[in-house]
């Protein structure tokens, strides 16, 4: 999967977590970005990646996530 | 600017979805809350300018906590268990390891205004502890931390001459002993079930300790001992708190309540604090934790 495919995923997991069908994801959106990005909804955001992704982040991935990029790139570096 | 906007603002750079949920928690707050607030932090700026910190080391530390947490969360939410099996365990790699215990407590000290529900539970205990100081000559903090609790209590029992603060971890008493006024205070450090005194206590406070033991029932059976029989209890406790040092999962409050009642206490008053905004029931259903303080007799 490269990272464009990963985003479009991660797109659809936002808009279901975070309940907007208005979300466009960036490499770059931040919390800032999108009001419902809360810190609650941060770890439904989360969860619901490892489970769709089959993959597991470590803790110090989980504190880097900064902005959507830094989760795309966790993906892609699992692979 | 205020202490607490230069803390959030400051908090917003370093992690923003943390920050809007600080926003939201002080955004309820009446002017009451925001003065007690401001001068709480002017008296720990004072503390953290006498060890030769500052407030970024602060929130380094505190932001440590929230990493910690997060991660500890994203495992429970899947998981439904605590990460935690082991007291020694913990013991070793937390208690025990000043690297961790230090930014841990530092962070929990500035935790006390910026989580809603350890404001009000101090507030609870301010309002219902003196009801019982007439009756308390002796005084004993079990897990003293910080010592947040130790502070007031030295305020309003005025009848107590010596407080007894004990804590397994030597860098929580060492935070304790500059952040209270420790004159009046004998430091103990040691396991609360290893502790042995002749005398017993009038009144008895033990704050955050009960989720951190594999036994909890055995720890209240304990402090039953402690206590004289006519004394006062009063102790803290969270439901689902994912955390680096908590071992006793409570689902709920009356699972709290089971062990108080099995370990022979009654409860005299409680209160419920949610750390999100909803009801405790709705808490309890969505798995997100709840602060439960009750005040207990023989
Ligand atoms: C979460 S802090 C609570 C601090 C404060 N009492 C409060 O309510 O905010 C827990 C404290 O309990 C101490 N502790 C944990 N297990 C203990 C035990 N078995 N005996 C004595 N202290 C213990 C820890 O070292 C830590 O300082």
Known sequence: MDKAEILKKLNDIFINTLDNADIVLKMETTAADIEEWDSLRHIMLVVEIEKTMKTKFTSKEITKFKNVGDIVNSIEAKK | MTILEDI??????????????????????NQEFLNKAENFLK????????????????????????????????RFMTSKEYSN????????????????????????LLSQFLWIQHYKILEFFLENAPKHQDK?????EVGAGHGIFLNSAIDLFSKVDSFTALDISKSS????KNFVDSSKVRFVHSDILKFEEQDTFDFITMGEVLEHVENPIGLLEKLKSLLNDNGITFITT??????????????????IREVIRKSGFQIISEIQVPSEDM???????KGISVMYGAFLKK
Do not use: W
């Open chain 2, 173 to 176: 008493i060492e935070i304790a």
């Open chain 2, 43 to 74: 008296d720990y700026m004072q503390f953290l300018t006498k060890h030769g910190k500052d407030l970024d080391y602060a929130i380094d530390c505190y932001l440590k906590l929230i990493d910690d947490m997060l991660y500890e969360t994203i």
């Open chain 2, 238 to 255: 969270p439901t689902n708190a994912p955390a680096i040092d908590h071992i006793y999962l409570f689902r709920n409050a009356e699972e």
């Open chain 2, 85 to 108: 099996s082991s007291f020694q365990d913990v013991n070793t790699r937390i208690y025990d390891n000043p690297e961790v215990m230090e930014y841990h407590m530092q962070g929990l």
């Open chain 2, 8 to 29: 959030i603002s400051r908090v917003e750079e370093l992690n923003p979805i943390h920050a809007k949920k600080i926003r939201k928690n002080i955004s309820g707050q």
């Open chain 2, 136 to 140: 308390t000559g002796n005084y004993l």
């Open chain 2, 279 to 285: 009801t405790a029931e709705e808490a309890h259903e």
